[in-house]
C-alpha cells in the first residue's frame, strides 16, 4: 500500500498541471497567501483552504489502516 502525504500529492498535482501556488490561488478564488498558509499547515479541516485545493486539483483524502511495520 503506497502512502502519500498530503502536500507531496498536492505539489505533484500543481506540478503535473503546471500551476503555481498564485495560479492555484486564482482558480480557488482566494489569496496567494492564504493559499501558502494552508499548504504550510498540517491542519486540514472544512474551515481550510486544503478542501478546495484538494477539489481544484481533482484530489481526495483517503483514510486506510496502517500496515504492520
Not at 498558509?37 to 486506510?64: H, M, P, T
Amino acid at each position: 500500500m503506497e502512502s502519500t502525504d498530503a502536500r507531496t500529492a498536492v505539489d505533484a498535482a500543481m506540478k503535473a498541471r503546471g500551476l503555481t501556488q498564485g495560479k492555484l490561488a486564482e482558480l480557488i478564488d482566494s489569496h496567494p497567501a492564504a493559499v501558502s498558509r494552508a499548504l504550510g499547515s498540517n491542519l486540514i479541516d472544512r474551515r481550510s483552504l486544503w478542501i478546495k485545493i484538494l477539489d481544484a486539483l481533482g484530489l481526495e483524502i483517503v483514510v486506510r489502516p496502517k500496515q504492520n511495520d
